[in-house]
Nanobody, 124 residues
Framework: VQLQASGGGLVQAGGSLRISCVASEDIANRYTMNWFRQAPGKEREFVAGVSRTGSIEYGDSVKGRFAISRDSALNTVYLQMNNLEPEDTGVYYC???????????????????WGKGTQVTVSS
């Protein structure tokens, strides 16, 4: 599966942004869909993931502020980001897997498929 993320941009602290990831094939009941981010000089960080059946996991730093959703009819996953902070700045990547959708799974097994990222910059 190929993944294409879009929707990044520049936003002020406290603002909101929604980014999208379109898959090249049907994702319903086939793939977990995930968002990661990477800031300059830092490791890639799990942000959010949704299982094939709709269960959701979030990274600790975004709980209560970000929301992941998927529209299987459009083969698309979204990340709604609210109350953005400068620390949220980074390149956001979409990833798909057959099984995992959590930080612990990623650390143990990685993710099977990655898209190119979209830049999100939050100004203070």
């Amino acid at each position: 599966v190929q993944l294409q993320a879009s929707g990044g941009g520049l936003v002020q602290a406290g603002g909101s942004l929604r980014i999208s990831c379109v898959a090249s094939e049907d994702i319903a009941n086939r793939y977990t869909m995930n968002w990661f981010r990477q800031a300059p000089g830092k490791e890639r960080e799990f942000v959010a993931g949704v299982s094939r059946t709709g269960s959701i996991e979030y990274g600790d730093s975004v709980k209560g502020r970000f929301a992941i959703s998927r529209d299987s009819a459009l083969n698309t996953v979204y990340l709604q980001m609210n109350n953005l902070e400068p620390e949220d700045t980074g390149v956001y990547y979409c990833a798909a897997d057959r099984i995992g959708y959590s930080s612990s799974y990623y650390r143990a097994h990685g993710m099977a498929y990655w898209g190119k990222g979209t830049q999100v910059t939050v100004s203070s």
